[in-house]
């Protein structure tokens, strides 16, 4: 079993960037690819970004490629999300999913999930 918390969200206006963190309870965490996962109001949850257990290798949706970077950190038990270029249409409860093998970007196949943080970007 994984806990995760997300934290980093808040109020930003269009252009501004925000760090998001997701901080795992277990060491087993660093076997785990984990993703980055977002829903808007009235909208389905839609992947944002992956990364391998190693940090190798990362996908991105077409929406943020270029933007956002996720990064881990396994000593600290720790995925980053860091999003630049911040647009109104990322407005969304950002969430952080693990305990799959490979960075897959469909939601179902993730087992364990923060409870979200909120990000609201302005125009």
């Known amino acids: 079993q994984v806990q995760l918390v997300e934290s980093g969200g808040g109020l930003v206006q269009a252009g501004d960037s925000l760090r998001l963190s997701c901080a795992a309870s277990?060491?087993?965490?660093?076997?785990?690819?984990t993703g980055w996962f977002r829903q808007a109001p009235g909208k389905e949850r839609e992947f944002v970004a992956a990364i391998s257990w190693t940090g190798t290798s990362t996908h991105y949706s077409d929406s943020v490629k270029g933007r956002f970077t996720i990064s881990r950190d396994n000593a600290k038990n720790a995925v980053y999300l860091q999003m630049n270029s911040l647009k109104p249409e990322d407005t969304a409860v950002y969430y952080c999913?693990?305990?799959?093998?490979?960075?897959?970007?469909?939601?179902?196949?993730?087992?364990?999930w923060g409870q979200g943080t909120q990000v609201t970007v302005s125009s």
């Open positions: 277990a060491r087993t965490f660093g076997r785990y690819a």
């Open positions: 999913a693990t305990g799959v093998g490979g960075a897959i970007m469909n939601s179902a196949g993730y087992p364990y």
